[in-house]
């Protein structure tokens, strides 16, 4: 960072101790770059004027040319507020104030002219304007650039600390005239000259206090790839550096395990996206150097399938394998179709959960230091510190976002000197922009493609009003022999007016439906009695499972074929693509049914006639992202990557993201220590915060 943009922001004239306390505590500005890089969130067109006829109380702002004919102070104390009428050629408004009545009444003068700008309102039939921005010909403040007057977001404590949005914009006038020929751009030259991009002095200049138009898209241009090409330099360069640094088991064959069941087991041909994830895999375990690779694919896409066979492949090279599950019944899951799957080909596979007994672990754990169990299944208990491998050569991590970074640290260091293989798992699709950056460091491996035959789930909305419709709809069902499941969203934060909430809606289902065997689970049963009734309504014991969201993740139960939401608009996009998913599973038509009250948002609109509309999960996932923004997105906080974007948009700025990335990459393939003399900047700027960061990328 050049020296002028450290300074501390308390040295900028007219801001001083006071003021810059306030800033950094509300806004975490500390130094002049902070202060120049918070960046409007808007502009207003002040090149247009109205005139008073034109007015009305619906306008966002209006902006007026006009002269005062009176000013009253009106009532006393509290209540007292001071009125003016203004008018210009085509007739009058009132604009008042309630705060600084005395000073503004001694400022304002008769007869003279004067620029008023504000959101007009209606009272008594007539148009005024409170505390409106006033003043009189030739200030320059009040319109600095006679252009766009730029925005600032502030927050209650600044305003009062009189630090308005537009004292913001006069202090940053104030620095901007102090920048001239200070900055140093951050862009290298060959990049600014080959993307035709606005030198950063002049962006700056130009996002807070536009020439043009064009200059003002120019300088955000400019802004946004900076902000998406540092990130991406980052993300890039770590990957570089571990791949520099860390070595990984080669997986020179596939061999006898591989081809016999590719040959003799597999019951069902492969999909296209499945053939060519797993060469994929079969790519990266080749080489020398650490797999760490994310495969993303839609619920019942089979990613099982590729999980077991690049198991195989590591057998194949004389290691072991585990593969780790968020949640009890998925290990056993998990466990049971793998074993099934492989029945016959002699291999030692394992299931390791919580409720493992502890008079079977001792052999558990022996087997595995003398690997003979080659393949280990289970939950968070794989990570606990008395299981240990003989030589485990690829962990696979499924439904990802259930894990921490922490625990995935821990199976990492399972091996001493090499680190396993590493295949995290996904079935939340993520938007490429975010995979790009949140996971920008890995690998990503996409199934795009379902199995054939699968029929697409059918999904319907219907409002409250149309519930004794729907119960038909389900006994028909549930007469043919289907399952179903009832979902409850969490409607409070306490956990009780939930339960009670779920246990409602389950007295009326077992009500409604008479001779039925309802279940239900919700999150505060103990993981046994949870189990249990997963279990019941597995095996079909019990027809209609009433539920919160618990069941949201990977359980697979092929005869249930409705899935009727409640209250769907209280659910995300995402959560409503995972629940859906737990049907369809089978070879039966299946159906996803949307609850919802009448009186709903704009948005919950929006996200029920996209479920409606699509099954494509990552169709849903860009949805989502632009309903919600990026910073919502699972995935995003936990990522650890730590990037708050000041001004790109990862929703809407995908091609500006590409461009970055692929500068980015260009520059590490030619130079990837960043040490030619062009290059030296990007180093300097990473050399920062790289430390800090290192840690997380070694264990995504
Ligand atoms: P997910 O990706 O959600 O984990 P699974 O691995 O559980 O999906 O697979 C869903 C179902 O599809 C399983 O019953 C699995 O046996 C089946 N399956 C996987 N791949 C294929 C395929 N290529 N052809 C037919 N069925 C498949
Ligand atoms: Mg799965």
Excluded at 460 to 476: E, G, P, T
Excluded at 646 to 673: C, G, H, M, W, Y
């Amino acid at each position: 960072m050049s020296e002028f943009l450290g300074q501390d922001i308390k040295f900028l004239p007219g801001v001083g101790p006071k003021r810059a306390e306030l800033l950094k505590k509300e806004l975490n500005i500390v130094t002049f770059g902070d202060l120049l890089y918070y960046f409007p969130y808007k502009y207003i067109d002040r090149t247009k004027f109205y005139s008073i006829r034109e007015i009305n109380a619906q306008m966002p702002h209006i902006q007026v040319k006009g002269k005062i004919t009176s000013l009253e102070v009106v009532g006393s104390g509290q209540k007292q507020r001071l009125t003016a009428q203004f008018y210009d050629d085509t007739g009058s408004i009132e604009l008042i104030w309630f705060q600084g009545v005395k000073y503004q009444k001694e400022s304002l003068k008769l007869n003279t002219t004067y620029t008023i700008f504000g959101k007009p309102s209606e009272f008594n039939g007539r148009i005024n304007v409170v505390h409106p921005e006033i003043e009189s010909e030739g200030d320059i403040t009040l319109s600095p650039s006679g252009i766009f007057q730029a925005h600032y977001i502030t927050t209650e404590n600044l305003k009062k600390g009189f630090i308005h949005s537009k004292m913001i914009h006069k202090m940053i006038l104030v620095l901007l005239e102090k920048m001239q020929g200070k900055v140093q751009d951050t862009l290298p030259e060959p990049v600014l000259r080959h993307l035709k991009l606005m030198p950063l002095e002049k962006a700056l200049h130009n996002i807070h206090k536009p020439d043009s138009n064009l200059d003002l898209r120019n300088a955000r241009f400019r802004l946004k790839f900076e902000e998406l090409f540092m990130i991406q330099l980052k993300i890039l360069s770590l990957k570089h550096n571990r791949d520099d640094k860390f070595m990984g088991y080669p997986f020179t064959h596939v061999g006898y395990n591989f081809n016999t069941f590719y040959h003799n087991f597999l019951p069902f041909s492969l999909t296209e996206a499945q053939k060519r994830v797993l060469k994929e895999i079969r790519k990266d375990l080749g080489r020398n150097i650490q797999m760490n690779r994310l495969l993303q694919g839609d619920v019942g896409s089979g990613k099982t399938m590729v999980a077991l066979m690049s198991a195989l492949i590591a057998f194949d090279n004389g290691f072991q394998a585990c593969l780790m599950a968020p949640t009890e019944i998925l290990a056993q899951q998990h466990y049971a179709s793998i074993s099934r799957m492989v029945s016959g080909m002699g291999l030692g596979i394992e299931l390791l959960t919580g409720s493992t007994k502890a008079s079977e672990r001792p052999a558990i754990h022996e087997n595995l230091l003398a690997g003979r169990i080659q393949l280990l299944v289970g939950t968070h208990a794989l990570i606990e510190d008395t299981v240990n491998f003989k030589n485990l050569g690829l962990v696979i991590i499924d439904e990802q976002h259930r894990f921490g970074v922490a625990q995935r640290a821990k199976l990492w260091q399972k091996n001493d000197a090499i680190p396993p293989h590493v295949l995290v798992m996904t079935a939340t699709p993520i938007p490429r922009t975010l995979a790009m950056t949140v996971y920008g460091d890995l690998d990503v491996s996409v199934i795009d493609e379902l199995p054939p035959g699968r029929k697409p789930i059918q999904t319907m909305h219907f409002f409250d009003n149309k519930r004794a419709d729907v119960y038909n709809f389900l006994r028909r069902e549930l007469a043919n022999g289907r399952q179903v499941y009832i979902v409850y969203p969490l409607i409070s934060e306490s956990e009780k007016s939930d339960l009670k909430n779920l246990e409602e809606g389950y007295r009326h289902i077992s009500e409604e439906f008479t001779g039925i065997e309802v279940g239900m689970v919700h999150g505060r049963m103990k993981p046994a009695q949870k189990d249990a009734a997963m279990q019941s309504f597995k095996e079909g014991k019990t027809r209609i499972l009433v539920a919160t969201t618990v069941i949201e993740v990977g359980v697979d139960v092929p005869n249930a074929s409705v899935m009727v939401i409640e209250s769907a608009e209280r659910f995300g996009l995402s959560q409503l693509h995972q629940l859906r998913g737990r049907v369809g599973r089978g070879a039966e038509q299946s159906y996803c049914i949307l609850m919802s009250s009448y009186k709903i948002t704009n948005e919950s609109r929006k996200r029920l006639g996209t479920m409606v509309r699509t099954n494509d999960g990552f169709e849903i996932a860009e949805m989502d992202m632009r309903l919600r923004g990026p910073g919502d997105i699972e995935g995003t906080q936990q990522s650890g990557i730590g990037f708050d974007l000041k001004i790109a948009n990862l929703a809407k700025d995908v091609q500006i993201l590409e461009l970055a990335r692929e500068t980015a990459s260009t520059i590490l393939t030619k130079d990837p220590r960043l040490e030619t003399p062009e290059y030296i900047i990007l180093r300097k700027s990473l050399a920062s915060s790289q430390k800090t960061e290192f840690e997380w990328s070694v264990i995504s």
